[in-house]
């Protein structure tokens, strides 16, 4: 089992930038695939982006693809998105989420593929 802790959110101008984290409990980080999603109010949950256990394949959403980076530190447990370009369309709670199955785009593109679940950090894009 692990637990997983997001920060980093905030408010920030158009064209600005942020940097998410998510801090994970426990030994075996390094064999988690880790996924980040966004759920604006009133819409349903999305995937943002996905990152390998191993930390040599990532995957992004269209919307964010060029803008945001996933990117994981196993020696310290963490998963990070660095988000680029911010605009209003991007406010929302960002998820992280930790998978322990065999890495897939089709499976880890929707929510129903992952174990566990962070509480969210809250990033809100003025224009």
């Known amino acids: 089992q692990v637990q997983l802790v997001e920060s980093g959110g905030g408010l920030v101008q158009a064209g600005g930038s942020l940097r998410l984290s998510c801090a994970a409990s426990g030994r075996t980080f390094s064999s988690y695939n880790m996924g980040w999603f966004r759920q604006a109010p009133g819409k349903e949950r999305e995937f943002v982006a996905v990152?390998?256990?191993?930390?040599?394949?990532?995957y992004y959403a269209d919307s964010v693809k060029g803008r945001f980076t996933i990117s994981r530190d196993n020696a310290k447990n963490t998963v990070f998105l660095q988000m680029n370009s911010l605009n209003p369309e991007d406010t929302a709670a960002y998820y992280c989420?930790?998978?322990?199955?065999?890495?897939?785009?089709?499976?880890?593109?929707?929510?129903?593929?992952?174990?566990?679940w962070g509480q969210g950090t809250q990033v809100t894009v003025s224009s």
């Open positions: 989420a930790a998978d322990p199955g065999v890495f897939a785009y089709w499976r880890l593109s929707g929510a129903g593929g992952y174990a566990y």
């Open positions: 990152i390998r256990r191993s930390g040599d394949i990532t």
